[in-house]
């Protein structure tokens, strides 16, 4: 982390000798109020003492809440750069697995944006790709095909990154492929056409490929597919998507007729049992290997660069910033407002009021 602004915590010095004045004529303001009514010994007889306590936690929260409006204004941020690759010399296309079990939830929590909120493993295959993979584009080409039962072309090969996002966004999603399962085989064949049709011979291709491991094709037919990415020359990448331990389907996260028929349902259900999806990276492994690509199980967004996992090619680092200004402005709020609605004098103890028995009548004699 470091501060766009550094010359302004300079202005932390000031800070504890301002503080510590302005609680003093506090404190001696009150002083001077007791005194305007009289003398301060006979005064402080029939008044709540001055709670040098509450001044102190006042004075605290008021210290904090300037030092951290201080360090807002000198804009922290993060270095959030990225790698690109020589323009006009890439076409990559991205080809992402949209079956039901791509649903599965394992990544609550760890992706930022409205987009992402669920932590689908599909939504973490979508973040890679706006995050990373089109970051490092500029002024090259990126095709999406996303499959499950069959292969479907989300996007062409283009180099207009902003429509390509609002693809990414919004239509890339769970099983927005037609069919049912995890055609692998035929998402790349569909990948192949692409190449085919609009990718200049002299390019650089690279299939990255998004998937929990699901394949119904078998790996025989999965070894056509590795003997034509090599006869194409077309480089192979493979992220591994989830857990390897099981996980459940949430039905609010699948497609709306999935979701039409699960009604009254939390979880995916399968011939009356709830159904458990798992990362299988055997298949995943298995691929990559026979492609001579690489594999990455991703556990975390910072597992995936594409720049680094591409073999051999001369990356340009573009220096990027993220502000986290918002962090202590907040937080400076927070100490400010509680200087201001902390109470000075102590409360003082509801009196109870003794209640005398009832004396005794004596019975006339």
Known sequence: MHFLNPL???????????????????????????????????????????????????????????????????????????????????????IVDVSRSMAAQDYKGQLSGHYFSGGTRLDMARYLIVQDVVPSLQGNRLGVVSFAGDGFPQAFLTDDMPALGWVLRRALTVSSAPGEGSELVKAFNLAFQLYDLDSDPNHRKVVVLFSDGGNDDGLDALADVVSECKKRDIEVIVAGLGKTTPSAIPVSELAPPDQYAMRGKDWYEVDGEVAMTALDENTLRYFANATGGRYVRVTAPEDFHIGSLISSVEMKHKPGEQEIFYFPLILAAVLLFLSWVSPMEPRAAKESTPVSKPERQRAPR
């Not at 506090?26 to 001055?50: C, D, I, M």
């Not at 509450?54 to 750069?81: D, H, N, T």
């Open 8 to 94: 302004v915590l300079w202005l932390l010095a000031v800070v504890p000798p301002l503080g510590a004045a302005m609680v003093w004529l506090a404190w001696r303001r009150k002083k001077q109020l007791q005194a305007y009514f009289g003398e301060e010994r006979l005064v402080s007889r029939y008044s709540k003492p001055l709670a040098r306590q509450a001044y102190q936690f006042k004075a605290m929260w008021a210290f904090l809440g300037l030092a951290a409006l201080i360090v807002a204004l000198a804009r922290p941020s993060l270095e959030r750069g990225h790698t690109e690759f020589p323009q006009g010399t890439v076409d990559v296309i991205a």
